[in-house]
């Protein structure tokens, strides 16, 4: 099985090493194949081409959104771009943004990159090997990514 | 018949689990089949598989959407997408989102979460038992999920 | 010729029966037929299944749009989705919404409802009957739906 | 060869009169075929009808939009479909609008419309005689539409 | 092998002869072939035209987007084409844009838009000389077009 990781030059943490490390550990006989392009628009058609010239089963993109609207509407044409890989594939492409305006400290969205990253890598290993039963035991328990858990409401 | 139910690991209430009870109600004889998924976007490409791979006549989609403008952006991008399922294949998508910034109460979000899931998938069983018809009496009745009707202007 | 009607059980008002009305008698040998679905969400995959499964020439979507913001995005996804009906099946679906926050008044709403289905339930059977030419005589004539018409300005 | 105007009858201002004295002196072999529809959501599918049914080589389209935030959503929404019908055809669409809020003075918004749709007829006069190559000359002059030139940044 | 420009009159700065010139010293080989058009809103058809009509195998495109909602929102519509031109075409097109809120000083948009335009060539060529494996070195390292590199966080 092969497993595609996209990340950017733009990104100021290296997301993409964190992905592989889990991956590796998750899947490990998959081949993970990378693809760095400059920032968020250019992520899609990676993504894409990783699925349908190199055979990926999957893909994690791993995209850093400025704090300008401008940046944020580029973050609504880049994930709307990867929901239309998606569709067009029927193959999940897990994407996984960090925003600037997260936090004001660099140290904090360092540790909410990576475990962004991290989570995610492992929420996608777990639907390549067993679809979508595998995290039906955590539907509706408030996961997350980059922070801890909200918790399930009860 | 085959119904789809999707949700997520970052909801913080189990709306599949209601979801599935009220479809069992309404349609004794067709099969469930779920799909988690880790948040929001992940959805679409679940809900077409379901249509497209498991051959599901319609499915309800159970979203819940962070407070901030990015979480709302999310919200549109997964949304949209969950529009070009239903065209790509002439099935009805309830598109079932609850957005933390409904209430400042985890046991309102409760209330309305449950509600809003069992009385939607009460309007997908009707759809898929009666199409366009069966809805027809409630027609500009002002009917609203996960809070009291608002009720028609007479 | 078959003209489509799409309307929501959300809406607090029966625009379909007032665009149904407008198009008996603006189309007398038309056969109407409606389609009543949940929210605004569900109304583009009726849209398309009135076209492509009945045979429709035209149809005729009436949403009804809350107040917040959220409303606004699914107004945007909604309305976007009955967009790629028209380019897929190049036939004119009239988009028809009315926004709670047009008035505080529920009378006025109403009003305005009724007004805005009939005058567009009148502009699509004028599209059917006499293609691009049919409202040559208004362009840029400042016509409205739901209010008075503004005029041109001069 | 054919070219389409789209205009409505929501605009205040005949710009498709103007648009189309423009195209026959520039193009003065062309034939141009004129589609009016009620609002800028309904122009789209004109445009693409006009391509694909009439065989046009390009359109331009003559939009008005009204003030508030859903006049702006429903901007984003015909213009998104314009860029489809574009993607669709390979064949441009010159996508004019004039937006309410460019001016609190009738007469100015008569103007800049006037202007506009004058400009960009001849925008697309261009396009159609000389391909890529016939705008170059003014590529980085900050040409305005509407408004006197920005010019060039020196 | 070919490589497209599209740039625009409504641009301020002549960022296409900037983005030719490096293309060249990067791809000395390559043949470049230029597209001018009105405005961003016309981007799109064009990148699309110099890739499936000139067999383009990758593109830049120079936009210019002024200070208001209308044409952030103009931006969006742009950007979301091109990754459309992208999906459809599996070829990358970078969508380079200079935002007049980015500087009140002239001077200094002029600065942001040639050193904007010179770097995303050269990522071009880099993506088109040595795919996904060519930015590799410099992931996540933090890097900005127009504006001095933020650098990774450490």
Redesign the interface.
């Known amino acids: 099985m092969k497993v595609g990781i996209?990340?950017?030059?733009?990104?100021?943490?290296?997301?993409?090493?964190e992905a592989e490390r889990v991956l590796k550990e998750e899947l490990p006989n998959a081949i993970i194949?990378?693809?760095?392009?400059?920032g968020i628009?250019?992520i899609?058609?990676?993504a894409?081409?990783?699925i349908?010239?190199e055979g990926c089963e999957g893909v994690i993109t791993l995209g850093w959104?400025g704090k300008t609207?401008?940046d944020?509407?580029?973050?609504?044409?880049?994930?709307?771009?990867?929901?239309?890989?998606?569709?067009?594939t029927?193959?999940?492409?897990?994407?996984v943004t960090i925003?600037e305006?997260e936090s004001g400290e660099?140290?904090e969205?360092?540790r909410i990159a990576l475990d962004r990253a991290r989570k995610?890598a492992r929420?996608l290993a777990i639907?390549l090997l067993k679809?979508?039963?595998?995290?039906?035991p955590?539907?509706?328990?408030?996961?997350?990514?980059g922070r801890p858990d909200?918790?399930?409401?009860?």
Do not use: W
């Open positions: 996209v990340d950017t030059t733009f990104a100021r943490v290296d997301m993409g090493a194949i990378r693809y760095t392009v400059p628009k250019d899609p058609v990676a894409k081409k990783l349908e010239e959104v609207l401008t944020k509407f580029s973050y609504i044409v880049a994930s709307m771009a990867l929901q239309l890989v998606q569709l067009t029927n193959k999940h492409v897990i994407d925003h305006d660099e140290s969205l360092l995610h929420n639907l679809g979508g039963e595998g995290l039906r955590y539907a509706g328990k408030g996961l997350r990514q909200a918790g399930p409401i009860e």
